[in-house]
T-cell receptor, first 115, second 111 residues
Framework: AAGVIQSPRHLIKEKRETATLKCYPIPRHDTVYWYQQGPGQDPQFLISFYEKMQSDKGSIPDRFSAQQFSDYHSELNMSSLELGDSALYFC??????????????FGPGTRLTVL | AQSVTQLGSHVSVSEGALVLLRCNYSSSVPPYLFWYVQYPNQGLQLLLKYTSAATLVKGINGFEAEFKKSETSFHLTKPSAHMSDAAEYFCAVNTGNQFYFGTGTSLTVIP
């Protein structure tokens, strides 16, 4: 079965640079979520999109922005990178049933290292 | 605020022994609860989920979890640990808008 695809899998950037992470949800899934997982930490919710509209916002820094495109893929744009942005970034997708029972399926993550 | 608490950040069991990973949730309404497993340098894989159906939920790899409303718990168990079970386990609750993850429990299996 098709899974969530994230690219790139690894990314190395310098401080103050920008980065773009891409997420391709499972086919027919309409909702995308972004999470940040620091070393030894639990995933922290950043932002989500439903039908190309932002549906919820978590602890996403102002330096970050995201959007969902017409083909439902999503991109997380990160600017003015800081050392503390080094983390594993996960994308998850789900089919919004509106009942709270929606299961989120996670991609393999993008490991961002800021030097 | 909706949250989940995982007791024990590290659990060690012998191969073949019972695995018990604890998760308690705080909520005034029945939540939707999930267990995910994360192997090193990999994404989160769904183990099982509770969605107000049967209170005993069976998942993949021989894991199961029992929803106990009176105890606000959703502990994960497996009768016999296997070396391949060594990983990080996350309990999560879906409030309808967001997933909230516990801080994770690292399971070590001793041969």
């Amino acid at each position: 079965a098709a899974g969530v695809i994230q690219s790139p899998r690894h990314l190395i950037k310098e401080k103050r640079e920008t980065a773009t992470l891409k997420c391709y949800p499972i086919p027919r899934h309409d909702t995308v979520y972004w999470y940040q997982q620091g070393p030894g930490q639990d995933p922290q919710f950043l932002i989500s999109f439903y039908e190309k509209m932002q549906s919820d916002k978590g602890s996403i820094p102002d330096r970050f922005s995201a959007q969902q495109f017409s083909d439902y893929h999503s991109e997380l744009n990160m600017s003015s990178l800081e050392l503390g942005d080094s983390a594993l970034y996960f994308c998850a997708s789900s089919l919004m049933l509106g009942l709270g029972t929606d299961t989120q399926y996670f991609g393999p993550g993008t490991r961002l290292t800021v030097l | 605020a909706q949250s989940v608490t995982q007791l024990g950040s590290h659990v060690s069991v012998s191969e073949g022994a019972l695995v018990l990973l604890r998760c308690n949730y705080s909520s005034s309404v029945p939540p939707y609860l999930f267990w995910y497993v994360q192997y090193p340098n990999q994404g989160l894989q769904l183990l099982l989920k509770y969605t107000s159906a049967a209170t005993l939920v069976k998942g993949i790899n021989g894991f199961e979890a029992e929803f106990k409303k009176s105890e606000t718990s959703f502990h994960l168990t497996k009768p016999s640990a296997h070396m391949s079970d060594a990983a990080e386990y996350f309990c999560a609750v879906n409030t309808g808008n967001q997933f909230y993850f516990g801080t994770g429990t690292s399971l070590t299996v001793i041969p």
